[in-house]
């Protein structure tokens, strides 16, 4: 197996970026990094992939992305107050398919949520579908969060995953 290691560290930078982001309330940040047709997707049964026509946590297309980001900017859902601090880890990435403008590549995460004194732990494979712009720059055209605990509810969570 021959790996890209130039294309392995530049996806490994933007995603870490993106953690980074998330991490610290950059939400206005994190949409730039979005491809205008992108979609976020939580699944609450991981084993399933029509993520279309299945229950999911969240399938948030261009237009619900902004309203998500807007709800944790002003403070108008209740789960955003106190704020929870999160720290994430990415590791375990790998390039699963590279073609001229797509890149799809699989890393794990571990999320550790501090609110109201109580810590949580989320643990997801997830999977990023990139895409690169004529002028180069990588865009997510979709991401995966494939909890481990997916049964645990997320209810309440006032950050974005």
Known sequence: MKINLNLLNEVTAFIWAEADMLDHSEYQAWLNL???????????????????????YA?????????RVERLENGEAISTAPK???????SRVRIIE?????????????????????LRHYTADVIYELIRQENGELKIDRKIINLVNSTDTLAGISYIL
């Open 84 to 90: 929870a601090n999160t720290v994430r880890s990415l």
């Open 34 to 56: 979005w491809n205008e047709n992108g979609k976020y997707i939580i699944p609450i049964d991981p084993s399933l992939t029509d993520y279309e026509n299945h229950l999911n």
């Open 59 to 67: 399938y948030d297309n261009h237009h619900m992305r902004q309203l």
């Open 98 to 118: 590279e073609t001229d403008h797509k890149i799809i590549l699989r890393c794990a995460q571990n999320l550790r949520e501090f609110r109201k004194e109580n």
